[in-house]
């Protein structure tokens, strides 16, 4: 596949990839996502915003330049954004391939890099290698985030991202360092259009977190611990839906994440917790049903999701097309409807 | 209802809220038991409003500056939660003294329209996400006889604020079947730093108080009558 290597949004005209019931893999565009959705089947979606979440700051002790990529929220809530995970990262900047960085300054827990006079990250604890629990001190934290903070972005961009490149049109609390980028090629009249249908409709809160740190080991790790909160309404949706015998449609892998872990016994919970869970294939799903998701590299954690949602092989006969088909990649790219659960049960 | 049980508990953001209709929107907003954010430019102003009244939210943005507004609404979500009313008030007459279109730079225009009408856009997009997840809420756009009445040398302001008027309506179309209502309200001729900047010799005795004009707009929302989106107050 071809990175989508721009900001610019086809919207309805973005490619979809459909693996459905029956071992079926089906071309259509997101203009007919209405047509794959039913009466009553619920999709739920992120409504996190995206910080600019990529820092540059000298570390207090030795006075070297460090790049600091916040890598995933903690909590406890939006109102607080002290807490996060964080990578180091090496001289260069995006331009140049994560992998191929060189290796940053060593940072020990009680280091503090100084982004700017109002902006320090303390650092907590280093979890392996690069990864780090990082504190931020601000005496105004909300507003010295985006003062100093730039879009966290890779190489396969042909330009410098702006802040409002990375919001979706959901985007409310921003708590994610990078976009819940699934909703990117939706708009509020196709929303408008599935509601019309009898489709419902439901948000939840998540802090989608780093999805490339350069090192296949530290990739490993990723999707690291990660901040989410559902509402009551969503969970009385989601289980109404479920009664009902109605499909739960994530769109987005943090939606996926979220609710399945705060599923107990077959029920959706509300409530906002940490979640470490990932999936792989042979995982029983307690809630979702459905998926819509960005196209994404082989050999990424995503693809762990897609296998676990429907069966394997089906989803390398996908991917084997999507090749023929011109499909983009990356989060400015093509989506794929997963529809699989009937089958694979 | 009563105006306490309509404004009580509500998140209220106000741009502009330091001087003039904005700062009594926000002063009277807050007395009624709204959680009020205000929003404008100069960090003194805000500290002063924010010593007077330490339960309002004072952030520090300009309206007018694209690269502002993520900025802005993330503070706005992070401080004080999902939006139930916001008041886009923050506006822009232009260079004074004030001239004919003719002899108005292009550059002039260009700034009325970024305060005055892009802003609100902007701002509007970025808090109306949250709105129509939970299928409610209310935008406020300030607008002036000049949006219908034409005046000489009123040029840029006069287009800026007719564009508001449209803008609230298209809005309105849109989204009311989604519970989301816009107003593009006429304040009238108010006794403000602004008014003055436009016309130095205005007669005071002839100009409102924003206070008044703050009052009957509260009312107006809370009688809940939306049947015109343009209102006159």
């Not at chain 1, 330049?65 to 260069?92: C, H, K, M, T």
């Not at chain 1, 009680?110 to 392996?128: F, K, T």
Request: hydrophobic letters at 40%; glycine letters at 6%; charged letters at 20%.
């Amino acid at each position: 596949m071809k990175p989508a290597n721009s900001a610019k949004r086809l919207y309805e005209e973005t490619k979809l990839l459909v693996l459905s019931e029956q071992n079926k893999v089906s071309h259509s565009t997101v203009n007919s996502l209405v047509d794959f959705l039913d009466v009553d089947d619920l999709l739920v979606v992120n409504r996190s915003a995206t910080l600019p979440a990529s820092f540059s700051g000298q570390i207090e002790r030795t006075h070297q330049v460090v790049e600091i990529r916040l890598a995933a929220f903690q909590g406890p809530d939006p109102s607080q954004l002290q807490n996060w995970f964080a990578f180091s990262f090496g001289a260069g900047d995006w331009t140049i391939p994560t992998e191929k960085r060189g290796l940053p300054p060593a940072l020990s827990p009680g280091d503090r890099v100084i982004i700017g006079e109002d902006l320090i990250a303390d650092i907590v604890s280093v979890q392996h290698e690069r990864l780090l629990s990082i504190r931020f001190l601000s005496s105004s934290l909300q507003k010295s985030l985006y003062t100093h903070g730039r879009p966290i972005q890779y190489s396969y961009h042909k330009d410098a991202l702006e802040i409002w490149d990375q919001q979706t049109i959901f985007s409310g609390p921003a708590i994610s360092v990078e976009p819940p980028s699934a909703s990117f090629p939706l708009t509020w009249q196709m929303i408008f259009r599935l509601k019309n249908k009898g489709i419902r409709l439901a948000s939840l809160l998540h802090g989608a977190g780093i999805s490339s740190t350069g090192s296949q080991y530290l990739d490993s790790k990723l999707p690291l611990r990660e901040w989410y909160s559902i509402p009551s309404a969503t969970r009385e949706l989601i289980n109404t839906t479920k009664s009902n015998g109605n499909r739960v449609v994530a769109l987005g892998t943090t939606v996926l994440r979220a609710i399945e872990s705060a599923a107990d016994n077959g029920q959706a919970q509300a409530g906002a917790g940490l979640t470490t869970l990932k999936f792989s294939p042979g995982y029983q799903f307690k809630t979702i049903d459905t998926l819509i998701t960005g196209m994404h590299e082989f050999g990424t954690s995503h693809r762990d999701v897609l296998n676990a949602l429907c069966p394997p092989e089906l989803v390398q006969v996908g991917y084997e097309q999507v090749e023929f088909h011109d499909y983009r990649d990356h989060e400015y790219g093509d989506i794929s409807l997963l529809d699989c659960r009937k089958s694979i049960i | 209802m009563t105006h306490q049980s309509y404004w009580e508990n509500k998140n209220v953001l106000i741009t502009g809220g330091t001087s003039g209709l904005g700062r009594a929107l926000t002063m009277q907003i807050n007395e009624l038991g709204s959680n009020v954010g205000m929003i404008a430019r100069t960090k003194e102003k805000i500290s002063e409003i924010e010593m007077m009244h330490p339960n309002v939210i004072g952030i520090q943005g300009d309206v007018s500056k694209k690269q502002k507004i993520y900025p802005l609404a993330g503070e706005v979500h992070s401080r004080l939660g999902d939006i139930d009313i916001l008041f886009n008030v923050a506006s822009y007459l232009g260079d004074t003294p004030l001239r004919n279109l003719i002899d108005t730079d292009c550059e002039d225009l260009e700034k009325v329209l970024q305060t005055n009408v892009l802003g609100p856009f902007r701002l509007s997009k970025a808090i109306l996400p949250a709105m129509l997840l939970r299928k409610k809420g209310l935008i406020v756009n300030i607008s002036s006889d000049a949006a219908i009445s034409v005046y000489p040398t009123w040029g840029s302001y006069s287009i800026s604020k007719a564009s508001i008027d449209h803008m609230s309506k298209i809005f309105d179309i849109e989204l009311k079947a989604q519970g989301v209502r816009f107003l593009s309200i006429d304040p009238g001729d108010m006794n403000t730093p602004m008014h003055f900047a436009a016309i130095p010799d205005a007669n005071p005795a002839e100009l409102r108080d924003p206070n008044d004009s703050a009052a009957k707009i509260i009312e107006l929302i809370v009688s809940e009558d939306r049947s015109e989106v343009r209102r006159s107050v």
